[in-house]
């Protein structure tokens, strides 16, 4: 640090010494004020420093003594950091005062006012020399080349207007640095918290004001505070109206933002309700952004959001009642719903500001590659897509998991620490937590549900930079939420959350059922995070009065964080190639074909490369046509493949670039198939008019359904698609209810564009519960390519089969060799209430008091999923699980299953097989081990005239009850 001068003035020292001049009036003062000047040059020029420099002169040229206990001078700087400053001058009794400026300028936030000792005067034609000095307690540099009064070209005493000097608080010489209003930005503050974080408040002021913008602090309140009193910018606000009324006020100067720092019950919370017949409501700080009048129908303090809905276009149900459309720009730094007081609120709110200024100085933890994730669960993975274009226009690599047994709680926490710069996930939620139906086992075990949480989120540092939440809830900053979780990871203090890599959060308070848009993405290259909600939020307000978006999408999202973040995402010179291949749902089956040929574009028309990993034995990759084709083998059955796909660009080294990466799952079924007649499967049978019977034939004007001779799988038709949403084929077939059936045809495609990402496909309904699942789509040109589809009848007797094209799909697309088979749940994979799906269950003693009882096991089981025990833990008994199949008439059988048992009371009989057929029957040994492992037994047999036989899991015999427990696993009925 410079050492202060020990040299003061001829002029100072004879006016310190002998103090000649006699007090002066008011009426001199002015007088004088009016020929007072100041000059000023810089002991240091260079734009980093640790010691602000200024020398000042002070002249007085007018005709009377000034009292310089009346004057003040003022140097203007932005101070750089939250650390106290020190003053020090070569004149013994000057002193010095730091002030934070409630209205920072882009070059000041700081001034630092020169007072003197009384009893000095200043002659008339003398003046007066000050050496000071302006450093840090922390010792750190001050970046003084964007200061208001700094002046680099000063070599001598000049004189210099933005040092203002006041007499009697009146300036009368130089300028203050000037506030734009057409840049305000209003920084709201809960008064409860202020105190605690002023310092990094001024801080923002000061970061915010280097950016642009004119910043101006209030804190508010929803009651008086005495801490506050005479302060004018304090306001009392207890209900959303009174605090909407003085951010208008702001907003009526030409104010274009505002961020909200506190919570409720400080800063009151707007309720918006989207139908006034319902109780649903939540929060919105669109409400203070929309500087139109918002109607509180009820008289409740909720905000009513309907609209007329015949009205084209809609208009608002009251005429008070405008459009949703944010007039400013908008954010909330909320702690409070996950503090446990005002200390704690105040604590992570301060370690939040200290990241982002740290974020403004040094670019805070912004250093990863230029990448995105798209996560999403097995609703919403089928419009996912779009999400992965807008990223690839916003990043050089994106990586995306919406594959159905993929996307696992696992798999979701792995996103969140790989250093992302952008993360967007759709995922079902709560406040406080996700649930992911992760389908462990492929769609035969979809009730299996990961839940991820705040606990989740505070168990690891999260790495991406900014997170779209497209979840319900996941933003309510009235309750405890992912949101702020996100935003103040682990935020104890500071030295905690500076490791954190979140700074902003947006999603949605309430439930929603929209996404944000490619301009959205587009708006973040260029504006700050808040501009391109802002924009977002008043595109969907003219969707609404458009017709085109349900009312209760608009005022649902929120923005957490501070609003004028920058991202600076760059468009990238060569964009990622996209795979374009529905992988939401891949399940194979034993013994038959599977085949995916991997569809991919490219922006630019760049060669696109593609790397396949954790493929399972026995399937192979052609890289020349980018296809996997395998058959499963029976020994492959109930396994999982975890599939990594990366496709990229090269650069002029050869070395790959551009990198898109997808992770799915394929999923080998344990099911047992019977195949089931069907009439035409494969269209060989035509009508007079030439069309396939049994298919019924819905044309459309766009294109045209017709058989094929020349392209067909098998035989001599096939049925062919071409044109524009040609139409559909359908075909109705009886089935039986509570059977899994597993339905497959072969798919060729040419040129099929697919503008929805779903191409052609084929879709099944029941008669009675008639909602459609279907199969995956194909578009593009494929070859003969398999395609199958697992459904279960529940209630249903038809089974409905639907071959077409996706909305505005168009090309040629041919279906042929359709084939239904019935699964069995021989190896008791399917579960329905916890008991065996399509097995009856027999207990010869009906006595409660016996508790024997059926139920399926997931923890205990041969192979697969899940076995099915049968417990007779109170009393002996004579239970048994038996269902009726179909067998081939004068055929030897072999039947077997896998068993295992505990605490068997019987020396004579214990657990084992038996089939009847006719009035046949047929049983293996008995497994009595009073502990076993798993042992598998059979019975041989011929059918004879019978085309059904009925399969017994027994525990006992009639002649012999059992007590005990036994398991049964993996039937299985094979021709001899």
């Known amino acids: 640090m410079k050492k202060p001068s020990k040299i003061i003035s001829a002029t100072l020292a004879f006016l310190l010494l002998f103090q000649v001049f006699a007090f002066v009036t008011n009426q001199q003062v002015n007088a004088a004020g009016g020929a007072l000047r100041v000059e000023m040059y810089m002991e240091n020029t260079s734009t980093t420093t640790n010691t602000i420099s200024p020398n000042f002169k002070i002249a007085n040229y007018g005709v009377n003594s000034v009292s310089l206990s009346n004057v003040t001078i003022r140097y203007y700087f932005t101070k750089d950091s939250a650390s106290t400053q020190n003053f020090n001058c070569n004149v013994s009794g000057v002193t010095g005062s730091f002030t934070d400026m409630t209205a920072p300028t882009a070059n000041a936030d700081n001034y630092l006012t020169i007072s003197f000792p009384s009893g000095v005067f200043l002659a008339p034609n003398t003046s007066i020399e000050l050496k000071t000095g302006i450093s840090r307690a922390d010792g750190l540099a001050y970046n003084q080349g964007n200061d208001y009064s700094f002046s680099l070209t000063n070599t001598g005493y000049t004189e210099w207007s933005k040092t203002p000097a006041y007499i009697n608080n009146i300036k009368l010489w130089g300028s203050e640095p000037v506030f734009d209003s057409t840049h305000g930005f209003l920084v709201i503050v809960s008064s409860k918290i202020y105190g605690a974080c002023q310092s990094e408040l001024n801080t923002y002021l000061s970061d915010l004001a280097n950016e642009g913008w004119s910043p101006t602090l209030i804190k508010v309140n929803n009651e008086p505070d005495s801490s506050f009193s005479g302060d004018d910018s304090f306001h009392v606000c207890e209900n ?445 049978l035509l009508n007079n008019d030439g069309t396939p019977s049994d298919w019924t034939r819905s044309t459309w004007s766009g294109g045209e359904l017709s058989v094929d001779s020349a392209v067909k799988h098998s035989g001599n038709y096939s049925a062919k698609f071409s044109g524009n949403n040609p139409g559909y084929y359908e075909l109705n077939q009886s089935v039986e209810p509570n059977t899994h059936y597993l339905v497959s045809t072969y798919v060729k495609t040419s040129n099929l564009i697919n503008p929805t990402f779903m191409g052609t496909y084929f879709s099944i309904n029941g008669s009675i519960s008639n909602d459609s699942t279907y199969s995956t789509s194909l578009s593009g040109t494929n070859d003969w390519t398999p395609v199958y589809l697992h459904w279960y009848s529940g209630d249903n007797t038809n089974m409905n089969i639907k071959l077409q094209f996706g909305a505005g799909a168009s090309g040629t697309a041919w279906f042929d060799d359709f084939k239904v088979e019935k699964d069995y749940n021989l190896g008791f994979e399917f579960s329905l209430n916890n008991k065996a799906s399509g097995w009856s269950f027999y207990s010869f003693n009906s006595n409660p008091d016996t508790n024997s009882i059926s139920m399926s096991e997931s923890t205990t089981k041969h192979s697969g999923v899940r076995s099915v025990s049968i417990l007779s833990n109170q009393a002996p008994n004579y239970a048994f699980l038996y269902k009726n199949i179909p067998v081939e008439a004068n055929t030897n059988y072999r039947v077997s299953a896998w068993v295992k048992t505990r605490n068997i009371n019987s020396v004579a009989t214990g657990a084992s097989l038996s089939v009847i057929y006719g009035s046949d029957t047929v049983k293996s040994e008995s497994v009595i081990d009073a502990e076993t492992q798993w042992r598998q037994v059979y019975v041989d047999f011929n059918s004879g005239n019978n085309t059904s036989i009925r399969v017994n899991c027994r525990l006992g015999d009639l002649t012999d009850f059992v007590q005990g427990t036994a398991w049964f696993d993996d039937v299985t009925i094979e021709k001899k």
């Open 240 to 684: 959303p109206n009174a605090l909407k009324q003085v951010i208008r006020g702001y907003y009526e100067q030409g104010y274009k933002g505002f961020v909200i720092i506190g919570s409720a019950p400080s800063i009151p919370n707007a309720l918006w309700r989207v139908d006034p017949n319902s109780t649903d409501r939540g929060p919105t700080d669109l409400f203070y952004a929309d500087m139109g009048t918002w109607c509180d129908i009820g008289n409740d303090g909720t905000y009513e959001s309907y609209y007329d809905s015949t009205a084209s276009p809609r208009q608002p149900a009251s005429p008070d009642n405008p459009l949703f459309i944010p007039d400013m720009i908008y954010g909330r730094i909320s702690a409070g719903a996950i503090s446990d007081s005002v200390q704690q609120e105040s604590t992570k709110t301060k370690a939040y500001l200290s990241k982002i200024h740290d974020l403004r100085l040094a670019g805070g933890n912004l250093s990863f590659e230029p990448k995105a994730f798209c996560f999403s669960d097995d609703d919403f993975v089928t419009s996912e897509y779009d999400k992965v274009s807008y990223l690839k226009d916003l990043e050089r690599d994106v990586y995306e998991v919406s594959n159905r047994t993929s996307t696992s709680k696992d798999k979701f926490l792995e996103l969140l620490n790989g250093g992302y710069r952008i993360g967007y996930e759709t995922i079902h939620a709560s406040p406080t937590g996700w649930g992911i139906p992760t389908h462990p086992y492929g769609t035969e075990d979809s009730t299996k549900t990961d839940h991820p949480s705040i606990d989740d989120i505070n168990g690891t540092t999260i790495k991406v930079n900014y997170i779209q939440l497209n979840s319900c809830s996941a933003c309510d900053y009235t309750t405890e939420n992912l949101g702020e979780a996100f935003l103040f990871n682990n935020a104890d203090t500071y030295s905690t959350l500076k490791n954190s890599y979140v700074y902003n959060v947006t999603g949605m308070t309430i439930s929603s059922s929209t996404y944000v848009d490619e301009q959205y993405f587009e708006d973040l290259k260029s504006e700050c995070i808040g501009t391109a909600f802002k924009n977002l939020m008043t595109r969907r307000a003219d969707k609404i009065a458009q017709g085109t978006l349900y009312i209760f999408d608009q005022p649902a999202y929120v923005l957490l964080g501070d609003p004028t973040i920058k991202y600076n995402f760059t468009k990238p010179a060569n964009k990622c190639p996209i795979v374009t291949n529905d992988l939401s749902d891949v399940n194979a089956y034993p013994n038959k074909p599977f085949k995916i040929n991997f569809k991919t574009t490219d922006y630019e028309n760049d060669p696109v490369f593609l790397d396949v990993a954790g493929l399972p034995e026995g399937a192979s990759y052609d890289s020349n046509t980018k296809t996997i084709d395998w058959v499963p083998q029976t020994s492959q059955a109930g396994n999982s493949y975890n599939v990594t796909i990366t496709a990229y660009n090269k650069n002029l080294s050869g070395e790959p670039a551009n990198k898109y990466v997808q992770n799915f799952t394929i999923y080998v079924s344990r099911m047992n198939l019977f195949p089931q007649d069907i009439p035409n499967p494969g269209f060989e």
